[in-house]
C-alpha cells in the first residue's frame, strides 16, 4: 500500500517535469520579449506611453524614420523638399508600397490621419504634435470647422503638401512619431473601435499584428512584403508580465529574451553578457515654485542648486544614471555637457547669504514626489545635501502619482520632482517646457528672453546658429534663473538572451527589431 | 424555496444601486483625474477628451447617465484602454479570474475543511499541534511572500511546475496554492474550533452509542453540524476568489480581473472602477444566497421563505 502510494507520486513528479517550462522555450526566428504592460491602444492617434509606441513602431511606419543614430530618414517619403521661407514642406512618397492587406498607399491616407488627429471629437491626447501646421489648432480647439482650412492636403496619389504656421526645422523629426502615420478611412469606418483588433488592423511596417490576447499576450508575425525587406525574425511574442522579479525569473528558464532589469537586479547582471544599458534621452530634475519665498529669489534657487553633489546619484541608484546640471541631454542634438552650475557648497552658502537668508531661521523646506523608491531615495539624498552643506531643514511629503500631478496644476509644492522622456530626438521636445506658456511649466517662472530664444532655435535651418541659441536659453535656465535644477539623466537596463543577434537599445528606448535575429 | 432565491435576488438590486453610488462619489471626491498626465495637455484638448467622456457635465447629471446606462447593461467605455468598453474587459478577464479562483476555492474547501477535522477529532494530539502550526503559519505569511517563494522555489529552482504565464492546466496550480493558502488556513481554524465544539454533543455520543462506525460519525454528525459555522464564511469567500487577486495576477502574469482593481483607481479610470466594483458586489450578494440555501441543506431546523406549508 505504502509502496503504491510512492509509485503514484513518483508518476506524478515525472508527469510534471515532463511539461517543465523548457518546452515553452521560443524556436528559432521567434523572438519573446516583455512588454510589461496591456497597450492602452494600437490606435497611433490615440496612444500615448512607450508600450504602445513599442508595438505600434514594429507595425507602421511614417513618413520619416528615426535612423540608428536619430536623425530623420526617409521611410514612406522618399525625399521631401523644404521651401524658400520655410513653411512648406513638400513629401514625395515611396511608390509601390503595400499596405498588409494589398492596399496601395496614398497620399490621401495621411490627410485622412492627420485630420482625424486633429477632429475634436477624435479627442486625441497626441492632437498637439501637428499644432505647428497650419490651422491644427484652430481647427483641434473647434474654431476652424472646416477640415480644408488645415495644412496638408494630398497634390497627387504619391504628393503630400504640409503648410505650417511658421517655419520648424525639425518638422521631419516630428514625423517621425506614431500619431503622424497614415491610416485607413475604411477600415476604421467598417469596424469602428475595434479596428486595431487582430484580424482587423491592417498595417505595413516590417510586422504585422497576428494575435492579441488583451492583458496577456501579443503576437506580431513578419510582413512579406514590408518594402525595406522581410525582416529576419519570423515572430515577435510579447507578454505582459508586469512584476520585474517574475518576469526576470522567465529571462532565466529561456522563456523570455529580452527583459528591463530592475534597479535592484541591475548589480547582479552587471558582468553578465546579457546585460545592455544605455543613457537615455531622460531628464530628472527638481523644480522650485518660483512664486512662493525663499524660491521668488532666483539666488536661492541657485543657491539650492549649487548645493546637490550630482555625482552621488548614480552611486546611490546604480542604473548608470549620467550626472547632469543641463538640461538637453546627451545623445540630443545641441546636448552641451559645460552647461549647468557646479556643486560648490560654500558658494551656495554664499549667496544665500546675499540674498538675505539665515538658514537656521528658514522655516523646513518642503520637498513633494510621487510614491516610488527610487523617488523616496533621491529626495532623501537630495535632503541630507541640503542640511548638510545649506544648513536649512527640508520635510519630505510623498503623494500618490495623480494626486501629485493635481496638485503640481493647482498649487505647486516649494520643491517637487519631475522626469521628462523625448517624444522625438530635437532640442524642441526639451526646452520648450519651461517656455511661459507651456502647460509642463509648472514652476510659474516667466522669461520673455527665454521664450523667444526657444522660439528663434525652432525655425533656425543653420547648425551653429542654432546651438548659439540654445546655448544662451539653457545658460538661463540652468544658471542664471534657474526654476529647475537639473539632476540626473536615466539609464534603460536590460539583459537581452544570448540567442538573439544584433539588438542595441537606442537612447529614445525605441525598439528596432528588423534586423535582429534569434537563433 | 425557488421563490425565496428570487425574492432574494431583488433585494440585491437596491444593494447594487447604494455601491454604484457611493463608489460614483468616492471617485469624484479623489484628487487628479484620469486625464492627469505626467506630460501635461493643452487645455483645448482637455475639452474635446471631457467632452467624448461627458466629464464637462455636471456630476449629477453624470451620475444619471451612468445609472441609465447601467440599466441597460452598458458599463461604459474605459477611459484607459482607449476603444475598449468595460464590458468586454471585464468578459475577457473574468473566466480566467473565475477558473483560478475555483480551483483556489476547490483547495480551500478539501484541504481548509480536513485540515480542520483532523485536528479536531484528534485534539491534543501531535497531528493536531502539527496541522494548526500550518494554519498559523497560513494565516500569517503573506500572499506576495508565499507567491515569491513558489514562483522561485518551485518554478525556477526545482523547475516542477511553471514559474509564471497562463498557458495550460498545469499554470493554474501555484497561484491557486498561493490564492488559496490563507483562506485554507482560516477555514482548517474555523472548522476545528466548531468540530471541538460539536464532538462531544448529546447526539454524537448517542450515534457512536448506536454503534455506527467512526467514519460516519465523523461525516454525518461532527461535520456536517460543525459546517454551519464555517459555511457562512464561504460566501464572501467565493466572491473573493473568484475575483482575482491583484498580488497573485501580478507575481504570476495572469490575465484576470484582480489587477483592475488596483490599476483601475491608480489610473482613475473611472467606468471600470465602477465596473469591478459592482461585479464585486454582485458576487457577494450572489453568494450569500447560496449561503443562505446551504444553511437550509445543513441544518433542516433552518427554514426559509417564512413558515412551513
Not at chain 2, 194 to 221: C, F, M, N, Y
Request: charged share 20%; glycine share 8%; hydrophobic share 45%.
Amino acid at each position: 500500500m505504502l509502496k503504491a502510494r510512492y509509485g503514484v507520486g513518483a508518476l506524478l513528479a515525472l508527469a510534471l517535469w515532463g511539461c517543465s517550462p523548457s518546452s515553452l522555450r521560443a524556436p528559432p526566428g521567434e523572438l519573446r520579449i516583455n512588454l510589461g504592460t496591456e497597450p492602452p491602444t494600437l490606435d497611433w492617434a490615440l496612444a500615448t506611453d512607450n508600450v504602445s509606441f513599442l508595438v505600434i513602431e514594429q507595425l507602421m511606419q511614417g513618413l520619416t524614420r528615426l535612423g540608428p543614430d536619430l536623425r530623420a530618414e526617409p521611410a514612406l517619403a522618399e525625399h521631401w523638399e523644404v521651401s524658400a521661407d520655410g513653411r512648406t514642406y513638400l513629401f514625395h512618397l515611396r511608390k509601390g508600397v503595400r499596405w498588409s492587406d494589398g492596399a496601395p498607399l496614398q497620399a490621401q491616407q495621411f490627410v485622412y490621419a492627420w485630420r482625424r488627429l486633429l477632429a475634436p471629437a477624435t479627442a486625441a491626447e497626441y492632437a498637439y504634435f501637428l499644432f505647428p501646421v497650419a490651422g491644427a489648432r484652430a481647427y483641434n480647439a473647434g474654431q476652424l470647422h472646416d477640415a480644408n482650412g488645415i495644412g496638408v492636403r494630398a497634390l497627387d496619389a504619391h504628393t503630400l503638401e504640409v503648410r505650417l504656421e511658421a517655419p520648424l526645422v525639425y518638422f521631419p523629426a516630428l514625423t517621425t512619431f506614431m500619431v503622424t502615420f497614415p491610416a485607413r478611412a475604411d477600415l476604421i469606418e467598417k469596424y469602428g473601435d475595434a479596428w486595431t483588433e487582430a484580424g482587423n488592423l491592417v498595417s505595413l511596417g516590417p510586422f504585422r499584428l497576428e494575435e492579441w490576447r488583451h492583458e496577456y499576450r501579443l503576437v506580431l508575425r513578419a510582413n512579406e512584403d514590408f518594402y525595406g525587406g522581410r525582416p529576419s525574425l519570423d515572430r515577435i511574442t510579447g507578454y505582459m508580465v508586469g512584476e520585474e522579479s517574475t518576469a526576470l525569473v522567465l529571462f532565466e528558464q529561456g522563456i523570455l529574451d529580452l527583459v528591463r532589469l530592475p534597479p535592484l537586479e541591475i548589480r547582479r547582471y552587471r558582468e553578465r553578457p546579457s546585460y545592455r544599458r544605455k543613457p537615455a534621452l531622460r531628464g530628472y530634475y527638481y523644480g522650485f515654485n518660483t512664486g512662493l519665498a525663499p524660491f521668488d529669489d532666483a539666488r536661492v534657487r541657485r543657491a539650492f542648486a549649487m548645493a546637490i553633489d550630482r555625482a552621488e546619484f548614480p552611486k546611490l541608484l546604480q542604473g548608470g544614471e549620467l550626472p547632469a546640471a543641463y538640461w538637453i541631454p546627451p545623445g540630443m542634438p545641441h546636448h552641451n555637457p559645460a552647461i549647468g552650475v557646479r556643486f560648490d557648497p560654500a558658494g551656495a552658502r554664499r549667496l544665500l547669504k546675499q540674498a538675505g537668508i539665515d538658514p537656521a531661521a528658514l522655516p523646513p523646506v518642503r520637498v513633494v514626489y510621487n510614491t516610488e523608491q527610487v523617488h523616496r531615495l533621491v529626495a532623501e539624498l537630495v535632503q541630507a545635501q541640503w542640511q548638510e552643506h545649506l544648513g536649512v531643514r527640508v520635510e519630505l511629503e510623498n503623494r500618490e502619482w495623480k494626486v501629485f500631478l493635481k496638485e503640481l496644476t493647482v498649487s505647486p509644492p516649494p520643491v517637487y520632482r519631475l522626469g521628462w522622456g523625448a517624444d522625438f530626438p530635437d532640442p524642441d521636445n526639451f526646452m520648450n517646457l519651461f517656455t511661459s506658456y507651456s502647460a509642463n511649466n509648472h514652476t510659474g517662472w516667466a522669461n520673455p528672453s527665454y521664450d523667444r530664444l526657444v522660439e528663434q532655435a525652432a525655425r533656425e535651418p543653420d547648425r551653429a546658429r542654432r546651438q548659439a541659441l540654445y546655448d544662451e536659453a539653457q545658460r538661463i535656465l540652468c544658471e542664471q534663473d534657474v526654476p529647475i535644477a537639473p539632476l540626473f539623466v536615466s539609464a534603460i537596463n536590460l539583459v537581452v538572451a544570448e540567442r538573439v543577434k544584433g539588438f542595441e537599445p537606442n537612447p529614445m528606448d525605441i525598439f528596432f527589431f528588423e534586423r535582429v535575429r534569434a537563433e | 424555496m425557488i421563490r425565496y432565491a428570487l425574492w432574494r435576488l431583488l433585494q440585491g438590486i437596491p444593494v447594487l444601486v447604494v455601491v454604484a453610488t457611493l463608489t460614483f462619489a468616492l471617485l469624484r471626491f479623489l484628487p487628479g483625474g484620469p486625464f492627469e498626465r505626467e506630460k501635461a495637455l493643452p487645455p483645448e484638448i482637455l475639452r474635446n477628451i471631457e467632452a467624448r467622456y461627458h466629464l464637462d457635465e455636471s456630476l449629477p447629471r453624470q451620475y444619471l447617465r451612468y445609472l441609465a446606462d447601467l440599466a441597460r447593461g452598458d458599463l461604459g467605455p474605459s477611459y484607459k484602454y482607449v476603444g475598449r468598453n468595460v464590458t468586454q474587459i471585464l468578459g475577457e478577464a473574468l473566466p480566467v479570474s473565475i477558473k483560478l479562483g475555483a480551483v483556489a476555492f476547490a483547495l480551500t474547501c478539501v484541504f481548509g475543511v480536513g485540515m480542520g477535522l483532523f485536528a479536531g477529532v484528534r485534539r491534543g494530539t501531535a497531528l493536531d499541534r502539527v496541522l494548526m502550526l500550518l494554519a498559523l503559519l497560513g494565516v500569517s505569511v503573506p500572499s506576495f511572500v508565499l507567491g515569491a517563494v513558489l514562483v522561485l522555489g518551485v518554478g525556477l529552482g526545482l523547475g516542477w511546475l511553471p514559474a509564471a504565464l497562463w498557458e495550460g492546466p498545469l499554470y493554474v496550480l501555484l497561484p491557486a496554492i498561493t490564492l488559496a493558502a490563507l483562506p485554507t488556513a482560516y477555514v482548517a481554524q474555523l472548522t476545528r474550533a466548531s468540530v471541538v465544539e460539536v464532538i462531544d454533543l448529546d447526539h454524537v455520543r448517542t450515534a457512536r452509542a448506536k454503534g455506527l462506525p467512526e467514519r460516519v460519525v465523523q461525516l454525518r454528525h461532527v461535520l456536517r453540524n460543525a459546517l454551519l459555522g464555517v459555511v457562512t464564511y464561504f460566501g464572501p469567500l467565493l466572491a473573493v476568489l473568484l475575483t482575482g487577486s491583484f498580488v497573485v495576477e501580478q507575481i504570476f502574469a495572469i490575465p484576470g480581473i484582480g489587477r483592475f482593481f488596483v490599476t483601475a483607481v491608480t489610473n482613475r479610470d473611472y467606468p471600470l472602477v465602477m465596473g469591478v466594483t459592482l461585479l464585486y458586489a454582485g458576487l457577494v450578494v450572489f453568494a450569500n444566497i447560496a449561503v443562505d440555501l446551504l444553511y437550509g441543506w445543513l441544518d433542516p431546523r433552518i427554514r426559509l421563505g417564512g413558515p412551513e406549508r
